[in-house]
């Protein structure tokens, strides 16, 4: 086979392995798993770039880095409890692409596209097509901010807000920086640590140049994620001021042992981030083989507690539909 070149984030991500047998192949696992992958990703397709690929273990079905992305037939099973729609997002939609549940803070789905597909992710039934700002509808969004004066933060969210150009993104934090009562920038994206080429030159100066305070939230679960050049393409960012946090989502088979927790608290702390959410699982249809309970959730905050400095314990929160917060479970 030619080795395909991969020149550039976009075409990385338009490479992204989206079949279940391609997927298969690369990584030596054998072909019994495929059929039901096949079923489970009707409903929510495969999709993994590359370069995260290359960080799962060849021949193990059961790595923890895949079985984030992997489509398996437990997703098939009904959970009671676990429905499409399990954090109210849909009641809480101000204007096109704009959700504010919070005081002081609203969120921007700028797009609904993301870089890969998570199968416990809480939007996989979102309706996106339906209420998505990236679609020139960013002019309604600006000015439902503009006339509230009591957000000082936005937050850039999706899907994941960096699959947009930063041609795109560039304008609207420029448009942002324009209203006066804004005092900071939050991007929520896993795209920097699934190709770490996302952290372009016009990334970092579309999100310091400007007046807003920069913060750049990572969605990282496993500490292997964190690969050197991932580490490496953080430099930037940190050098000029960014702060860096992360959030983990609790996943039963993936990173819910002690042991793992610290050592993404340690990674995540060398490469620059400081662990901020430790998430209970929503309870999205298609999800409930990922579930902790939430004795075992305090358990292991517990056991981190004891084994590390407290700025690297994550809080442990769950997201309750109508809450005026995300909810700390202690
Ligand atoms: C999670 C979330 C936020 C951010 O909450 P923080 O506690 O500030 O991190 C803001 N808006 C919405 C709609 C959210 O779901
Ligand atoms: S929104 Fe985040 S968690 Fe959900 S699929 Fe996209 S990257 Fe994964």
Known sequence: MIPRTTTGWQQQLAEAYTSVEELFAYLEIPGALIPQAQRASRDFALRVPRNFASRMEKG?????????????????????????????????????????????????????????????????????????????????????????PDIREVILSGGDPLTLSDARLAGLVEALNEIPHLKRLRIHSRLPVLVPERITGELVDWLTLGRLQPILVFHVNHPRELSESVTDALAPLQARGVTLLNQAVLLRGINDTPDILCDLSEALFSSGILPYYLHMLDPVRGSGHFDIPEAKAKHLLNMLRRRLPGYLVPRLVRETAGAASKSPLF
């Not at 984030?68 to 959970?79: G, K, M, T």
């Not at 849909?90 to 998570?118: F, N, S």
């Open 60 to 148: 193990n079905p059961e790595d923890p880095l895949l079985l984030q992305v992997l489509p398996r037939a437990e997703e098939l099973l009904e959970h009671p409890g676990f429905i499409a729609d399990p954090v109210g997002d849909r009641d809480r939609i101000e204007a096109p692409g704009v959700l504010q549940k919070y005081d002081g803070r609203i969120l921007l789905i700028a797009t609904g596209a993301c870089g890969v597909h998570c199968r416990y992710c809480f939007r996989r039934h979102f309706p996106y097509g339906e209420s998505n700002a990236g679609r020139d509808q960013w002019a309604e969004s600006l000015d439902l901010l503009s006339r509230t």
